[in-house]
Structure formats: structure tokens, C-alpha cells
């Protein structure tokens, strides 16, 4: 074996590494046995004895379902055994976080679209400030909405990052914002702005969800420690859109 195969063995490996049974969590070497090209054995966990993920042969329908009855064991099959966390995933945190921004951005467009006029009248160069204040707007509540999750996981779910680094923490967070993609027909639709916070409600338990599958904690110490980190961002964004506002 030369050292290119020898460098491939590690990687796929390392990648092999962070697959996990969904019933305990446990670690797996492989998933399944592919004998032929659609013929398949599902392996079955050493620790609990069960099929260590029954997804792998489920219709896409049915895992968008388990995940938005927010059960941990879809949570841990996309987590860890689609996405690969923990592994080789710079671009897939990358791509989820400009997408994360993006309906971040849509958001507050619905949320203040009362009070900011984004109309074709508006002078070039208004705008031009409005959609600055914007994008300062949701830039600083991000960086205060993480700041808050990283320090509550640190101290209050007395977490080390030795185990769980900060990037598998914030793809799982970034991932399980998934609700948010409602908020494209908001654009094209009108809806009520009631149904904003029952997104923002459905993110916040999808976000605790994720949380406690990755760190392994209870979900209810998971919930408190995103629900002060979405706390947090809101009266951020309040205060500096008002801030904004009477500089303006």
C-alpha cells in the first residue's frame, strides 16, 4: 500500500469516526454492509442491540416528519450520519450559515416591515442606510445570540469543549433552524405576524433539541440555555433598532 492509499485510509477513517447509533448515541464503525448496488444489511449497534439507524432505508417524507416532531433519534441520524459532524464539514458550515443569515435577514424584513419603508419612492441613498442598519442589525444579534449559547454551554450545562468543539455546536444550531424556510412564503404570502414567534417557538425547541443531541445534556437545561441566548438577540435587535432609528 503507498502513501496516497495509506492517507485515504486514514481520512475515510476519521470520517467512519462520528457515525452513532440513533438509539444510544454510541459510537459506530459503519452503518451498513453493501453486498450490491441496492442490496444491503443494516449493521446492528454492539451496546443496545438494535438496527443502529433505520433511517438509511427511509423515504425522505418520513425523516422530514421525525424531525419536525423534534425526535431525537432524526436529529442524530442527520446530524451525525448524513452531515458527518465532527468530521470534514468547513463547507457545510459555511453554506448553512450564509443560508442561516439569509432568512435571518428575511425575518427582520417581516418583523419591521411596518416601521421601515423599503418602498421604490425612497431616495437611493436611503436605502442604502436602511439595508446597512439592517445587516448591522443582524450581524450583531448573531454574534450575541452565539456568544450567549457558547458561554451557556460552557457554565451552566458545565460542558468542556475538549469533547464538543464550538463548530459542531453552531452547524447543530445552524441545522435545526431548518423552520425558518416558512419564512419564504411569508414573502410571497401574507400571513399574520403571529406566525413569526410560532417560528421563532418551533426554532427555539428544534435549537434545544440539537443542542442536547450533540452535548449529550438534558433538553430542558438545553432549552434554558438557548432560550437566554434567543432572549438575548431580541432585546439586542430592539435596542439598536430604536437606537438606529433616533440617529436616523
Known amino acids: 500500500m503507498n502513501a496516497e492509499e495509506v492517507e485515504s485510509s486514514k481520512k475515510l477513517q476519521h470520517s467512519m469516526h462520528f457515525l452513532r447509533c440513533v ?12 453486498y450490491s448496488p441496492g442490496n444491503i444489511r443494516l449493521m446492528k449497534c454492539e451496546y ?3 438496527v443502529a439507524d433505520p433511517y438509511i432505508e427511509c423515504e425522505f417524507m418520513i425523516i422530514l416528519i421525525d424531525l419536525i416532531l423534534h425526535k431525537r433519534k432524526a436529529y442524530r441520524h442527520l446530524l451525525f450520519n448524513v452531515l458527518n459532524l465532527g468530521g470534514d464539514d468547513k463547507e457545510v458550515v459555511w453554506k448553512s450559515s450564509l443560508l ?5 435577514v428575511c425575518r427582520y424584513y417581516l418583523l419591521k416591515s411596518s416601521e421601515v419603508c423599503f418602498d421604490s419612492s425612497t431616495q437611493i441613498m436611503r436605502s442604502i442606510l436602511t439595508c446597512g442598519k439592517v445587516l448591522l442589525n443582524v450581524i450583531l444579534g448573531n454574534l450575541i445570540f452565539m456568544s450567549v449559547l457558547f458561554l451557556g454551554t460552557r457554565f451552566l450545562l458545565k460542558l468542556s469543549f475538549n469533547t464538543v468543539s464550538y463548530r459542531q455546536i453552531l452547524l447543530a444550531v445552524l441545522i435545526s433552524t431548518y423552520f425558518r424556510l416558512y419564512l419564504i412564503a411569508m414573502l410571497v ?3 399574520p405576524s403571529s406566525v413569526l414567534y410560532i417560528i421563532d417557538l418551533l426554532v427555539l425547541s428544534s435549537n434545544a433539541l440539537a443542542l442536547g443531541v450533540v452535548t449529550e445534556s438534558q433538553t430542558a437545561g438545553c432549552l434554558i440555555v438557548c432560550f437566554g441566548a434567543h432572549v438575548a438577540k431580541f432585546f439586542s435587535n430592539h435596542w439598536l433598532f430604536h437606537l438606529l432609528s433616533g440617529s436616523s
Not at 100 to 104: E, S
Request: glycine content about 0%; aromatic content about 22%.
Open 23 to 34: 438509539n444510544c448515541a454510541r459510537e459506530m464503525p459503519s452503518l451498513y454492509v453493501q
Open 48 to 50: 443496545c442491540r438494535a
Open 100 to 104: 442561516y443569515f439569509i432568512l435571518d
Open 189 to 191: 404570502w401574507e400571513f
